[in-house]
């Protein structure tokens, strides 16, 4: 849910928190009410009218119950919005991989900042070699 919007001299910066009821632990699938924590991620997102997108979300830390779980805590996560440990979002990620595929190093990164977005032609070719082969099948 997004609480405020602000234009900031590097782009626009959206302030928001998740509102699921509990979270979900995606490696033993257990749900928990149980608050640890909370803490705030910034995630890149695509840009708005050529304007960089950061948002700002609040997440909350839960304690895990199942006993044979082996962490004691675990963040929650947003449907398709976040993933665990990441910088961006899926939706900015998956843009920025198919402008590595097409254009790769200097050039994608050239294109990347004409569109608001913010990814240096190192961060482009890490995208494309941790896409999965398409030979592999996988």
Do not use: Y
């Not at 640890?36 to 695509?46: M, T, W």
């Amino acid at each position: 849910m997004a609480e405020r919007i602000e234009q900031t001299a590097s782009g626009v910066l959206i302030w928001a928190r998740a509102k699921a009821q509990d979270g979900v632990r995606p490696s033993c699938g257990s749900r928990s009410r149980r608050v640890h924590s909370r803490c705030d991620r910034g995630l890149a997102d695509v840009a708005v009218a050529g304007q960089p997108v950061v948002l700002r979300l609040r997440v909350r830390r839960f304690f895990c119950d199942k006993t044979s779980c082996p962490a004691a805590t675990f963040a929650e996560q947003v449907g398709d919005l976040t993933a665990r440990h990441a910088r961006r979002t899926s939706l900015c990620r998956s843009v920025s991989e198919q402008i590595g595929l097409a254009l790769a190093g200097r050039a994608g990164s050239r294109l990347a900042a004409k569109l608001g977005l913010v990814a240096n032609r190192g961060t482009l070719l890490g995208q494309v070699h941790a896409l999965p082969d398409p030979r592999s099948g996988r």
